[in-house]
């Protein structure tokens, strides 16, 4: 959740209507319809540009970071950075001079010197300023949704790389500029997707790269969370007036991420088709009268997105902000050997278990049920992984979301300084943002089929399984 930085600045590649021309069904849109499925286009790639599957660039000893947004979100990062040994604070950047200024005084009061007043910026342009500077290796992007392809091509194009919240990207087209900038520059682009690092996903990928649930054919995701207490902090209202104006799972990356991890998406498998619908607007159109006085609401208050893999692998994602529902990301996956799950109660479950209580008995509806508590509690300790093992004391001690987000920025300052590939590159962030213009097409169109984009150009297959990369 981010507070507004800029306004809007309308920056639209026109891929689809240079390839489309003259054949889409409805020429306003970034799509065509051929045999009841909906095309988005797939450029191939220009000249000179590389895919950046793998890609490592030279090692930064020391990795200097320029914050650009230092509202809601901005300043938990600075607290986090502080505490992470090989990162420098070297730039700050937010549209409200006060917000520089509480910055500041929060570096200070962390025992860290205040950034030197010739690198830090305000107003509308101030962000370009600070990627223009010759000393800053990262810019890392806590600003609304609709700014973060903007800033983050042109931090690229500055020769930075960059670290942008979620999602990344707001359309396909979007998607598209984030992974063409990235091959042509040979910059990285991570999107901050966090939830990738909360400790029983990531014990529990390690647990499924080590075989314990067989093979995965059903993962499931969501970001279920009303959001009533929080609408107002948003500053001019800027998330809420994103979903009366659009459909579609608009925040589909932390329920998605994790377990496209599961899945080795662009890594020996990848997404190729998904459905959507949604229900009608209740809560978010009521919220909308009052809050911004309109009548009409474009997002459902419930969304509901399948998504089928090339490896015959499926995937099943919600999205929900507006009713009364406990806080929920799913993460579920079903295996050959096993079942995970997290919300609401986390808990393991394996075939060997599960049939080894003798004769079954058809009315009893618990005999396949999870493991015992502490059964799950030695598991979870069994099987975290070294990258928690060697972080997570310190997470908890810093914060961030119970410590992942300090282990998302350790590593991505890790990678950075040893020169290894990070843990989510470009066509990471573009999959996992790509779903809101695809849901909202699927909804648009009767929940007709819409093909997902290959970002990686054909290169899905490259790689074989998600690891994380560590320094020989």
Not at 291 to 320: P, Y
Request: include cysteine; aromatic fraction near 8%; glycine fraction near 8%.
């Amino acid at each position: 959740m981010k507070r507004n930085f800029f306004s809007v600045t309308s920056v639209v590649v026109a891929v689809c209507a240079i390839l489309f021309s003259g054949c889409c069904c409805d020429c306003d849109k970034p799509y065509k319809i051929v045999d009841n499925q909906i095309v988005f286009a797939e450029p191939a790639r220009a000249e000179g540009q590389q895919s950046m599957l793998g890609f490592a660039a030279e090692p930064i000893p020391v990795v200097r970071v320029g914050f650009v947004g230092l509202g809601m979100r901005g300043p938990g990062a600075i607290k986090r950075f502080v505490n992470i040994e090989g990162a420098e604070i070297s730039a700050l950047c937010d549209l409200l001079p006060e917000n520089v200024e509480k910055t500041q005084k929060l570096l200070e009061s962390l025992g860290h010197a205040r950034v030197a007043e010739d690198a830090t910026y305000t107003g509308e342009e101030g962000w370009k300023e600070l990627c223009q500077r010759d000393d800053i290796d990262l810019v890392y992007l806590v600003t609304p949704w609709e700014l973060h392809t903007p800033m983050a091509v042109y931090a690229m194009e500055c020769g930075k790389h960059v670290a942008v919240e979620v999602p990344a990207a707001m359309s396909v087209a979007e998607c598209w500029q984030l992974v063409d900038t990235s091959e042509r520059t040979r910059r990285h682009c991570m999107m901050l997707e966090n939830c990738i690092y909360d400790h029983f996903e990531f014990t529990t990928l390690n647990m499924a790269q080590q075989g314990l649930f067989g093979e995965i054919l059903h993962v499931e995701g969501a970001y279920i969370h009303n959001l009533e207490e929080f609408w107002h902090e948003y500053q001019g209202n800027w998330r809420l007036k994103y979903n009366q104006q659009h459909r579609g799972d608009v925040y589909a990356t932390h329920g998605l991420g994790p377990i496209c991890q599961l899945l080795n998406i662009h890594r020996g498998d990848r997404m190729t088709r998904l459905v959507s619908m949604d229900t009608k607007s209740v809560c978010g159109a009521a919220l909308a009268k009052e809050s911004l006085g309109v009548d009409s609401f474009a997002n459902g208050d419930h969304t509901c997105t399948l998504i089928a893999t090339e490896n015959g692998k499926t995937i099943s994602l919600q999205h929900n902000v507006c009713t009364p529902r406990p806080y929920n990301r799913l993460y579920q996956l079903s295996g050959t050997k096993g079942f995970a799950n997290k919300y609401p109660v986390k808990g393991f479950l394996f075939a060997e278990a599960a049939t080894a209580s003798g004769n079954p008995d058809h009315e009893n509806l618990s005999a396949h049920k999870f493991v015992p508590e502490d059964v799950r509690d030695a598991l979870l300790e069994k099987y975290r992984h070294p990258i928690q093992i060697e972080l997570m004391e310190r997470a908890k001690k810093v914060g961030g979301h119970g410590g992942m987000d300090f282990i998302m920025d350790s590593r991505l300052i890790y990678c950075l300084q040893n020169g290894l590939p990070l843990d989510q590159d470009v066509y990471d962030a573009a999959e996992w943002s790509c779903i809101g213009e695809l849901s909202a097409a699927s909804i648009e169109n009767g929940s007709m089929p819409v093909l997902v984009p290959d970002f990686t150009r054909g290169d899905w297959n490259k790689i074989d399984g998600y690891r994380h990369a560590m320094k020989q």
